[in-house]
């Protein structure tokens, strides 16, 4: 199993980096993978799930994204469902100190194929990871400190009609 930890303080409220990450459009910007099915638009939330689609390293992916946790402001998590790992986890934490929102991810993984799937792992996959999470952080900062967070993070009104929308979806298939 690998653990990825990558971390930045950003100069924004926390409630604001929070959102930003959980905007599928940022996630999408990041990962290059397209949302097919599941919440594919807007901010997820607890329960939410996602399947991506996209080529990475010259093959097709997927991902089915589930989440796992949800902790507003402090804490989410997503969970692969589906895709080429064998386990995938990633926690999302936030604390503000000092005036300052300390964003910080935890990244687990595992690959299938015994040793060959270790040797993908460590020479591959985790340069790709990190060089994914710091992007994403990178991004999140440059938007939470500027006026471009408005963009990406919809009004509270806008929000709760749209969670009110999707507890009503849920209720209706079940």
Not at 97 to 114: A, C, E, K, N, Y
Not at 148 to 169: F, K, N, Q, V
């Amino acid at each position: 199993m690998f653990r990825l930890k990558e971390s930045i303080h950003v100069n924004a409220p926390i409630e604001r980096c929070f959102l930003l990450s959980t905007s599928i459009d940022l996630v999408r910007q990041t990962i290059e993978l397209r949302p097919v099915s599941g919440k594919t638009t807007g901010l997820i939330v607890d329960g939410d799930r996602l399947l991506w689609r996209g080529w990475k390293f010259a093959i097709p992916a997927f991902h089915e994204t589930l989440i796992t946790g949800y902790d507003r402001p402090t804490f989410f998590q997503d969970t692969m469902g589906r895709g080429y790992f064998s386990h995938f986890q990633h926690d999302h934490n936030f604390q503000f100190v000092d005036g300052q929102t300390v964003m910080w991810d935890i990244v687990r993984f595992s690959l299938p194929l015994g040793a060959l799937g270790k040797a993908v792992g460590k020479y591959i996959v985790v340069p790709h990871v990190l060089g994914l999470m710091q992007k994403r952080f990178q991004l999140l900062k440059r938007l939470a400190e500027s006026s471009d967070w408005e963009r990406y993070i919809p009004s509270e009104s806008d929000r709760l009609s749209a969670r009110a929308a999707t507890l009503e979806d849920r209720i209706v298939s079940r």
